[in-house]
C-alpha cells in the first residue's frame, strides 16, 4: 500500500478528471480501490496509485 490514503469525501485528481471520492473497498487479492464520481455522476474505481490529491 502506498502512503496515499482517501476516504470518503475527499477531493481528488484522477488520470481522466477531477471527482470526489465516494467508496472504499478491498478487493478478493487485498488491494484497496477507491470509487470516484466525476461532475457528470459517473463513477471508476481505481486504485490509490492513481490518484491525487485534489485541493490542499
Do not use: C, H, N
Not at 5 to 33: M, N
Amino acid at each position: 500500500m502506498t502512503d496515499s490514503s482517501f476516504k470518503p469525501g475527499d477531493d481528488v485528481l484522477t488520470p481522466q478528471s477531477r471527482g470526489t471520492v465516494i467508496d472504499v473497498r478491498a478487493t478478493p487479492s487485498g488491494t484497496w480501490v477507491f470509487g470516484v464520481e466525476d461532475d457528470t455522476g459517473e463513477v471508476r474505481y481505481f486504485t490509490s496509485g492513481a490518484l491525487r490529491p485534489g485541493r490542499s
